[in-house]
């Protein structure tokens, strides 16, 4: 059974870090490209980036509105999707999906975790 | 990176038909995938592709398209498919994706 766990949201400070973490099991995280999407209070769902899978040396992408501040890399070996922010600002507060990309062309997310909320605020 | 569009909410009688739209230039050459979310929870996966649902789904959910528009269509509602609705595709670039700002659907 495929499961993707999110943790280490919390509350932060602005322009503080934090590191979230999802944490797979049920398929072999390297043969799949993995997605953050965020989601802020009685807001819609927002891309936040992506790392694609082992055959494409895991390289990444992000949306606009958090490049240069945002870093996701993955753990094979703990079958681990990190997703690093730094310089975090009031407009980051939200709930943090993981979802994993599903394969085989006909792009989309077909498992997301439970979320994990982040509250950035002074 | 290009933007998808849709109602913001649509109402349709149990047992009856509704049709939800998604709109943008990136779906002239990427299908759009659909998610529904119910308050509390995360997203899920309803459609994708030319009408594919992923094990689970209902079959009164369908997908098509014309141009840069995808339409999501819900034929005979249940009092159960009342939640939010979000399109997703990639962008024109190819690089990254957008998700459309959610159709709210009431079934009355």
């Known amino acids: 059974e495929v499961q993707l766990v999110e943790s280490g949201g919390g509350l932060v400070r602005p322009g503080r870090s934090l590191r979230l973490s999802c944490t797979t099991s049920?398929?072999?995280?390297?043969?799949?490209?993995m997605s953050w999407v965020r989601q802020a209070p009685g807001k819609g769902l927002e891309w936040v980036g992506f790392t694609r899978r082992k055959t494409f040396a895991g390289t990444t992408e992000y949306a606009a509105s958090v490049r240069g501040r945002f870093t996701i890399s993955r753990e094979e070996s703990k079958s681990i999707v990190y997703l690093q922010m730094n310089s975090l600002k009031t407009e980051d507060t939200g709930v943090y999906y993981c979802?994993?990309?599903?394969?085989?062309?006909?792009?989309?997310?077909?498992?997301w975790g439970q979320g994990t909320r982040v509250t950035v605020s002074s | 990176s290009s933007e998808l569009t849709q109602d913001p909410a649509v109402s349709v009688a149990l047992g009856q038909t509704v049709r939800i739209t998604c709109q943008g230039d990136s779906l002239q050459n990427y299908y759009a995938s659909w998610y529904q979310q119910k308050p509390g929870q995360a997203p899920v996966l309803v459609i994708y592709g030319q009408n594919i649902r992923p094990s689970g789904i209902p079959d009164r959910f369908s997908v098509s398209s014309s141009g840069n528009t995808a339409f999501l269509t819900i034929a005979g509602a249940q009092a159960e498919d009342e939640a939010d609705f979000y399109c997703n595709s990639r962008d024109s670039s190819g690089n990254e994706y957008v998700f459309g700002p959610g159709t709210k659907v009431t079934v009355l």
């Open positions: 049920g398929f072999t995280l390297g043969d799949y490209a």
């Open positions: 979802t994993r990309e599903g394969v085989g062309g006909s792009n989309r997310f077909d498992y």
